[in-house]
């Protein structure tokens, strides 16, 4: 039986990533950090909270990862932890860049000194992208970060090459392109409209939103984990681009929202009435961010080739899958 590290397992692709390495008959530890907040809520609608071993892990602190990994001699880890919110790195920058960029130091160290042949993947993120130098993005395409985020990951990007070129490390990065599901964190924009737009619904509350005017190239995260898993299952590591090809303005996604929940709308510049006239969407400069990504684009044909993946899943059905369930979790009739 083969044993995984998940770290990141209360979050949005750490739920589905041990959802599918358990389907493959893996023992999966998945890495936790004290938090006192609602913290399990992912793993239980996924059913799968009672068959993973949760194990206590900081990014921050190398000595429980050095622990952990001699206790559990795992044969893969994947590092999905991170302090993965782009606009809280501007207020931040000094904890997302600890655990975004040290604490991949940390676990690469520990590896390196002691267990060279566990298989590492890294989360990496088309927002090192930033204000792109090429479009579409790839693997060659030169970073421009726009962010403390967006800094931090391009610092563990290299980081995990240069220990596979230095150490002879099985290290994988996946730049991957923003991926999205009933699972996301409200505070993104795709879960915020989704469920801002069903509480809406039921009690009227006006959804506050920023800029509306960039692109994302948006997939399905359940889609993405199969990417992860397929990088550390080939002969040789290297670095993939995980995206879809297609690029979305947010308001089209707000659009396709609206559409799904049958509610007839006009946008008058970025924000959102009803046919009465009232308000849906309001702007709140608040979410507006320093530097902002304007559009993003990827190029996945590396993947397509050496991985043979390709997503099932398009925007529509993610849409869908993302309204479903929040009217669901919030009963709306
Ligand atoms: P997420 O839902 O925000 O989950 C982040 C996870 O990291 C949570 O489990 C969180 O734990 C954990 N974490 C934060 N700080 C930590 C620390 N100091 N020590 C240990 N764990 C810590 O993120 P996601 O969307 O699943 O993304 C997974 C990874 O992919 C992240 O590294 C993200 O930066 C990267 N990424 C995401 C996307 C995307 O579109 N989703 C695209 C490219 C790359 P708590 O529950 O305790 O907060
Ligand atoms: O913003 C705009 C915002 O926070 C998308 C992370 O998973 O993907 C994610 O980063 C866009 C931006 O995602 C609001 O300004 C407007 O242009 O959903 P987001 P992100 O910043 O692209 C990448 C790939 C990651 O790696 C990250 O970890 O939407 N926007 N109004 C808003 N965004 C938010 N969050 N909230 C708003 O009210």
Not at 16 to 27: I, T
Not at 301 to 319: G, I, Q, R, S, Y
Request: aromatic share 12%; proline share 3%.
């Amino acid at each position: 039986m083969k044993k995984a590290i998940i770290t990141g397992i209360t979050g949005q692709d750490g739920g589905y990533l041990a959802k599918l390495l358990l389907s493959k008959g893996y023992k999966v530890y998945g890495a936790q950090r004290r938090n006192t907040g609602k913290r399990y809520w992912r793993l239980d609608e996924l059913g799968i909270l009672d068959q993973i071993e949760l194990v206590d892990m900081d990014l921050s602190e190398p000595y429980n990862i050095e622990k952990v990994i001699d206790e559990v001699q795992p044969d893969e880890f994947y590092n999905l932890a991170a302090q993965s919110f782009v606009d809280l790195s501007f207020k931040q920058p000094q904890i997302t860049t600890l655990v975004n960029s040290l604490g991949v130091l940390n676990i690469l160290e520990v590896i390196k000194n002691k267990h060279q042949k566990v298989k590492f993947y890294q989360a990496s993120t088309s927002e090192m992208y930033g204000k792109v130098t090429e479009t579409p993005q790839k693997e060659t395409t030169r970073f421009y970060p726009r962010s403390p985020y967006a800094c931090a990951k391009v610092y563990s990007h290299y980081l995990s090459i240069n220990y596979r070129e230095s150490y002879n490390l099985f290290t994988c990065s996946g730049i991957l392109f923003n991926h999205e599901s009933p699972m996301r964190g409200e505070e993104f924009v795709t879960r915020k409209t989704t469920k801002g737009l069903v509480e809406w619904l039921k009690t009227g509350k006006i959804l506050e939103l920023g800029n509306l005017e960039s692109y994302r190239d948006w997939g399905h995260a359940e889609d993405y984990v199969e990417a992860m898993w397929l990088m550390l299952q080939q002969d040789k590591p290297n670095d993939y681009v995980i995206s879809t090809g297609k690029t979305t303005k947010i308001k089209d996604f707000i659009k396709k929202c609206l559409d799904e929940l049958n509610v007839k709308h006009e946008f008058r510049g970025q924000e959102v009435f009803d046919e009465n006239g009232n308000y849906i969407i309001k702007t709140n400069p608040k979410f507006f961010r320093p530097t902002e990504v304007d559009a993003l684009i990827g190029d996945s044909n590396k993947a397509f080739k050496d991985l043979n993946w390709k997503p099932k899943h398009t925007l529509e059905t993610l849409v869908k899958d993302m309204i479903i369930a929040d009217l669901e979790r919030y009963k709306y009739k």
